[in-house]
Structures are given as C-alpha cells and as structure tokens.
C-alpha cells in the first residue's frame, strides 16, 4: 500500500508517477501526515498500555492497603486484650501506643 495514496491516484499516468511542481509538494505533505498519523497510533497504544500498567498498581496497592488496615485492627483488638487483663505495665504502654497513633 502506498503512503499517499490520494496523489497517486490523481498523478497516475499510464502506469507511471509523473509529478509537476505542485502535485510533488502534495505528495510530500501527505507522506508527513501518514508519518504523523502512525506516530500518533504508537504514542495512543503508548498511553494505554501506560493506563493499565498504573490501574494494576492501583489494584494492587489497595489489596495491599486493604490487608493491612485488617492486620492492624487484629493488632488492636489483641493490644485491647492484653491491656484488659489488668496489668498495670501493659495498660499503660498501650495507652501510649494508642495515643501516639493518634
């Protein structure tokens, strides 16, 4: 396939390009935009492979978030059940640990 196809078929001359001074300036330009045309087609494909790449980080990095925020509150919840057992040392350890959480 040609790469300017719109001057080729309105230079075609028995079989062979013959171009006049104003159909080869044509013939330039539209090798350029079929040039920018696919240059624009990479840089698209570009940018979406880019999208995906960043929303399966995301992805990731919220299960990530997400297990950790329940590795936190089991943490809690064990850190509530020690300082419950009336331990006056640990009570008031976890008291600060909670407070600088803050």
């Excluded at 399966?56 to 925020?69: S, V």
Aim: with cysteine; proline share 5%; glycine share 4%.
């Amino acid at each position: 396939m040609s790469d300017t196809p719109r001057t080729d078929a309105e230079v075609v001359r028995g079989g062979e390009f013959l171009p006049t001074p104003v159909q080869f300036p044509c013939r330039q330009l539209e090798c350029e935009l079929a040039a920018v045309t696919k240059e624009n087609e990479s840089l698209k494909q570009h940018a979406y492979e880019i999208e995906n790449r960043l929303r399966a980080l995301w992805d990731k990095l919220e299960y990530e978030r997400g297990y950790y925020m329940k590795r936190i509150n089991k943490l809690e919840e064990a850190g509530d059940a020690l300082a419950n057992n009336h331990n006056p040392f640990t009570f008031i350890d976890w008291i600060k640990v909670k407070e600088a959480k803050s």
